[in-house]
């Protein structure tokens, strides 16, 4: 427990943080100027959207939630409460998971939704021959 | 396991007298003071509002044919004309990072009942986030006023095909006696002017080689609008809570100097307490700076 470490001790897990959440900021920064070809010009799978792509992401996702899981347990002490604890702010989180999952889902959806109506919109339609009216007037409309 | 079974034992033994009925009160649940436990709960429910609209980004993001490129739309820099992709919001990002290390070490004098430590790394936290606030203020103008991001509008797209830029008339603009050509998912921003009190975006026109539109001449748009709405509103959220951060930290921090924490005896716990919603606004930070910056 926090409590029974050192002073100095502490001190080292502090600078050691420091150092940890510096080092990976850079590395993810680089990396991503890098797969977007700002380093080297012909190098862009970070943009491309295909499967180096998804790499690229999920090696950013990860660099975050490792950051987030160091802050979580070691600046803000959760690796020294109680597992009631720990489980009962960790666990809701799981409800992201199925959150996520869904609205990008959805998202995806209402994109080819979108993609639909413009095709809709641009398609050039032959104008059909004026038809007889079969239907019957109902106060000034146009009925069937 | 081994422990808890121990502090069972030492509670019913311990608290003898109040019959050992935990609604007595005097026994903290899960070993963390209320207060404590309440901040942990609210960070919970604003890890939620947080995920809520961070999520909703990626939905309408999903949803886009294009969308701004970050390394394009964040590129300035104060006082340099350079296009320097990223390297601002990094600075801020290191800004909350030491920012979130002072305020370890201002708890840790807590503990230790050291009111100068204390006063004095708290004071470093203020100044951490007193900066970003003024990092983020500097970014939002450079987007507003240079280069008309509102929340209605957005003047960053990205090309959807490869094309050649062409004037009102449909006649190819030469530079350096070679049509301007695009690609696709290349970026631009519309450059904007003031015409009559209201901004208005330049007008180009783009003829598209390849994909659906070939052969077609089109005006280049603007891009998503909604790309405007949810950066003001989420990193807007976000340096909100960076703002009343900064009050409250320096509420605790005169009250530390007046020794109203020394006097409780309980190792400055009002520190500890913001000391955790601090470092939860660097912990939304590396999300948004995930979402914004990076993806």
Known sequence: MAAHQSYEDQKKLVFYGLKLLA???IVEVVFALFAKGHIV???TFGKDGGFGQALYMMAMIGASLYKAYFIVFFFMHMAHEVRGLVLSVLL???LLVWAIIAFFQEGGRWGSAREQIRQKNEEVVQPAPAAKPTGYWLNGTMKG | MA???VSHAHETHGHGTEGGNPWDGGKE???ASYGKLMMWYFLVSDAFTFAGFLIAYGAIRFSMPTWPEPDFVFASFPFVKAHWPLVFVTFMTFVLIFSSVTMVRAVQEGHRENKRGVVFWMFLTILGGATFLGSQAYEWTTLIKYENVTVNRNPFGRFVADGVMVDE?????MANGSPVTVKKDESYLLHGHEHNGVIELEKKYVRYTSGPYAGQTHQVEEGPKAFGALFFFITGFHGFHVFSGVVFLTIIMV???SGLYSARKNGYEMVEKIGLYWHFVDLVWVFVFLVFYLL
């Open chain 1, 23 to 25: 080092v990976v900021t």
């Open chain 1, 41 to 43: 010009p012909s190098i």
């Open chain 1, 92 to 94: 809701p989180m799981l």
């Open chain 2, 3 to 5: 422990e808890t079974s």
């Open chain 2, 29 to 31: 649940p899960m070993k």
């Open chain 2, 169 to 173: 008339n449909g006649k190819e603009i």
């Open chain 2, 255 to 257: 009250n530390a100097m």
